[in-house]
């Protein structure tokens, strides 16, 4: 008997640049499933998260059990993060920054992905690399 293996990856920001294109990729990918997360924008596919509740975010990753998280979520205007800076942090870093995302995925046993912005760096020095030192411009 020939088994497929599936493997249940939680998509969050599924409904953003970043997440539209992942997903995309993703769904060519048919051993694996998909399921997506959006703050505002979704239909009946897609699981509604604000990631900023973070026992909406524990709760959604205990019921779902995904294998793995890519977080392709992210505040990445400049002009918001420079008008509501206490908003981009929560967002940005304290959700995001895999905060209680990282641990509650470390309960599960799960992989984390976060994909950030290169607006972090100053533009100095590129390409850079993971661990390069951030050095941004504005908030």
Same mark, same amino acid.
């Given at each position: 008997?020939?088994?497929? *293996? ?31 997360? $959006?703050?505002?924008?979704?239909? $009946? ?7 900023? =509740?973070?026992? *909406? ?9 995904? =294998? ?63 661990? =390069? ?7």
């Amino acid at each position: 008997m020939n088994r497929v *293996a599936h493997f249940k990856v939680a998509l969050i920001g599924a409904s953003g640049l970043l997440g539209r294109t992942v997903a995309n990729e993703l769904a060519a990918i048919t051993r694996w499933q998909v399921v997506p997360t $959006a703050f505002r924008h979704g239909d $009946a596919s897609i699981v509604m998260l604000d990631v900023r =509740d973070e026992s *909406a975010v524990r709760e959604f990753i205990t019921d779902h059990a995904p =294998d793995a998280i890519i977080v392709a979520a992210v505040e990445r205007r400049p002009d918001v993060c420079e008008n509501d800076p206490a908003l981009a942090r929560a967002l940005n870093v304290d959700a995001l920054g895999l905060g209680f995302i990282a641990s509650a995925a470390q309960e599960i046993s799960s992989w984390g992905l976060s994909i950030s912005t290169d607006y972090v760096f100053d533009g100095t020095r590129p390409p850079y690399q993971p661990d =390069d030192t951030p050095n941004p411009l504005n908030a």
